[in-house]
Protein backbone atom coordinates (compact mmCIF):
# COMPACT_ATOMS: atom_id res chain seq x y z
CA UNK A 1 0.00 0.00 0.00
CA UNK A 2 1.15 3.40 -0.82
CA UNK A 3 1.87 6.16 1.85
CA UNK A 4 -0.86 8.39 0.23
CA UNK A 5 -2.98 5.69 -0.48
CA UNK A 6 -3.05 4.62 3.45
CA UNK A 7 -3.74 8.37 4.44
CA UNK A 8 -6.70 8.55 2.03
CA UNK A 9 -8.14 5.67 2.97
CA UNK A 10 -10.10 6.26 6.64
CA UNK A 11 -10.58 9.81 5.84
CA UNK A 12 -13.82 11.53 4.85
CA UNK A 13 -15.52 9.01 2.80
CA UNK A 14 -12.76 7.77 0.90
CA UNK A 15 -13.27 4.34 1.86
CA UNK A 16 -17.15 4.23 1.40
CA UNK A 17 -16.18 5.55 -2.44
CA UNK A 18 -13.60 2.42 -2.49
CA UNK A 19 -15.90 0.31 -1.73
CA UNK A 20 -18.25 1.31 -3.94
CA UNK A 21 -20.69 3.34 -2.43
CA UNK A 22 -23.77 2.21 -0.90
CA UNK A 23 -24.45 -0.34 -4.24
CA UNK A 24 -21.02 -1.73 -3.59
CA UNK A 25 -21.31 -2.33 -0.12
CA UNK A 26 -24.22 -4.24 -0.48
CA UNK A 27 -22.85 -6.44 -3.31
CA UNK A 28 -19.87 -6.75 -0.84
CA UNK A 29 -22.62 -8.05 1.74
CA UNK A 30 -24.87 -9.94 -0.25
CA UNK A 31 -21.98 -12.06 -1.19
CA UNK A 32 -20.41 -12.01 2.38
CA UNK A 33 -23.95 -13.88 3.76
CA UNK A 34 -23.90 -16.27 0.51
CA UNK A 35 -20.73 -17.11 1.45
CA UNK A 36 -21.95 -18.45 5.04
CA UNK A 37 -24.84 -20.00 3.95
CA UNK A 38 -22.54 -21.97 1.23
CA UNK A 39 -19.56 -22.83 3.18
CA UNK A 40 -19.68 -26.26 5.65
CA UNK A 41 -16.92 -24.48 7.72
CA UNK A 42 -19.22 -21.46 8.58
CA UNK A 43 -22.06 -23.21 9.90
CA UNK A 44 -21.34 -22.54 13.56
CA UNK A 45 -21.63 -18.52 12.81
CA UNK A 46 -24.26 -19.38 10.34
CA UNK A 47 -26.70 -20.76 13.10
CA UNK A 48 -26.29 -18.16 15.34
CA UNK A 49 -28.24 -15.90 12.43
CA UNK A 50 -31.63 -15.54 11.50
CA UNK A 51 -32.60 -18.02 9.09
CA UNK A 52 -34.40 -15.17 6.91
CA UNK A 53 -30.84 -12.52 6.54
CA UNK A 54 -33.25 -10.01 4.92
CA UNK A 55 -32.48 -7.98 8.42
CA UNK A 56 -29.24 -9.09 9.12
CA UNK A 57 -27.87 -7.96 5.74
CA UNK A 58 -29.32 -4.15 5.99
CA UNK A 59 -27.88 -4.03 9.19
CA UNK A 60 -24.80 -4.91 7.64
CA UNK A 61 -24.81 -3.11 4.87
CA UNK A 62 -25.65 -0.01 6.51
CA UNK A 63 -23.19 -0.49 9.38
CA UNK A 64 -20.21 -0.53 6.82
CA UNK A 65 -21.88 2.51 4.96
CA UNK A 66 -21.60 4.84 7.70
CA UNK A 67 -18.57 2.83 8.76
CA UNK A 68 -16.63 3.29 6.19
CA UNK A 69 -17.56 6.97 5.82
CA UNK A 70 -20.39 6.89 3.90
CA UNK A 71 -24.11 8.13 5.22
CA UNK A 72 -25.26 7.08 8.62
CA UNK A 73 -27.98 5.13 7.59
CA UNK A 74 -28.00 2.76 10.07
CA UNK A 75 -28.70 5.59 12.94
CA UNK A 76 -31.42 6.84 10.91
CA UNK A 77 -32.87 3.51 10.20
CA UNK A 78 -32.30 1.68 13.67
CA UNK A 79 -31.37 4.51 16.02
CA UNK A 80 -28.17 4.33 18.17
CA UNK A 81 -26.91 0.51 18.27
CA UNK A 82 -23.66 -0.70 19.99
CA UNK A 83 -22.20 -3.52 17.22
CA UNK A 84 -20.41 -5.80 20.38
CA UNK A 85 -23.20 -5.15 22.85
CA UNK A 86 -25.96 -6.25 20.01
CA UNK A 87 -23.49 -9.60 20.04
CA UNK A 88 -23.33 -9.79 23.62
CA UNK A 89 -26.16 -12.71 23.54
CA UNK A 90 -23.82 -14.79 21.26
CA UNK A 91 -21.31 -17.36 22.29
CA UNK A 92 -18.78 -15.92 19.88
CA UNK A 93 -15.09 -16.81 20.50
CA UNK A 94 -11.82 -16.76 18.39
CA UNK A 95 -12.56 -19.54 15.89
CA UNK A 96 -15.76 -17.89 15.02
CA UNK A 97 -14.11 -14.44 14.60
CA UNK A 98 -11.97 -16.40 12.33
CA UNK A 99 -14.56 -17.72 10.33
CA UNK A 100 -16.37 -14.39 9.85
CA UNK A 101 -13.21 -12.84 8.75
CA UNK A 102 -12.77 -15.45 6.37
CA UNK A 103 -16.31 -15.62 4.78
CA UNK A 104 -15.39 -11.46 4.60
CA UNK A 105 -11.74 -12.21 3.14
CA UNK A 106 -13.59 -14.27 0.19
CA UNK A 107 -16.51 -11.90 -0.44
CA UNK A 108 -13.92 -8.53 -0.49
CA UNK A 109 -12.10 -11.14 -2.93
CA UNK A 110 -14.87 -11.24 -5.68
CA UNK A 111 -15.28 -7.29 -5.56
CA UNK A 112 -12.47 -6.18 -7.61
CA UNK A 113 -11.12 -3.55 -5.13
CA UNK A 114 -7.66 -3.23 -6.01
CA UNK A 115 -5.07 -4.82 -3.53
CA UNK A 116 -4.48 -1.95 -1.32
CA UNK A 117 -8.33 -1.28 -0.45
CA UNK A 118 -8.82 -5.26 0.10
CA UNK A 119 -5.88 -5.34 3.03
CA UNK A 120 -7.24 -2.06 4.27
CA UNK A 121 -10.67 -3.46 4.47
CA UNK A 122 -9.98 -6.55 6.10
CA UNK A 123 -7.43 -5.36 8.71
CA UNK A 124 -10.06 -2.77 9.33
CA UNK A 125 -12.95 -5.41 9.58
CA UNK A 126 -10.65 -7.29 12.64
CA UNK A 127 -11.00 -4.04 15.09
CA UNK A 128 -14.76 -4.78 15.39
CA UNK A 129 -14.44 -8.27 15.11
CA UNK A 130 -12.00 -8.24 17.93
CA UNK A 131 -13.85 -6.07 20.07
CA UNK A 132 -17.07 -8.24 19.84
CA UNK A 133 -15.26 -11.24 20.61
CA UNK A 134 -13.53 -9.73 23.55
CA UNK A 135 -17.41 -8.42 24.71
CA UNK A 136 -18.67 -11.68 24.14
CA UNK A 137 -15.68 -13.69 25.69
CA UNK A 138 -16.21 -11.36 28.79
CA UNK A 139 -19.90 -11.38 29.28
CA UNK A 140 -19.91 -15.17 28.47
CA UNK A 141 -17.04 -15.62 31.30
CA UNK A 142 -19.26 -13.58 33.56
CA UNK A 143 -22.29 -15.31 33.04
CA UNK A 144 -20.22 -19.06 34.48
Known amino acids: ?11 QDHSFQAAGG ?7 V ?3 YDYMDQEEFANSI ?18 LTSWLGGPKLLQQKYGPISIPR ?8 ESHKHIWLNCMKMAIADQGYN ?5 YL ?3 LKVPANRITTV ?9
Request: proline share 5%.
Open 122 to 124: LTQ
Open 136 to 144: CAYHFEERS
Open 46 to 63: REMHPKDLTVTRDKLTLF
Open 86 to 93: VHMPFPIN
Open 1 to 11: MTEQQALSYGH
Open 30 to 32: NEF
Open 22 to 28: LSGIKKL
Open 115 to 119: AEFSE
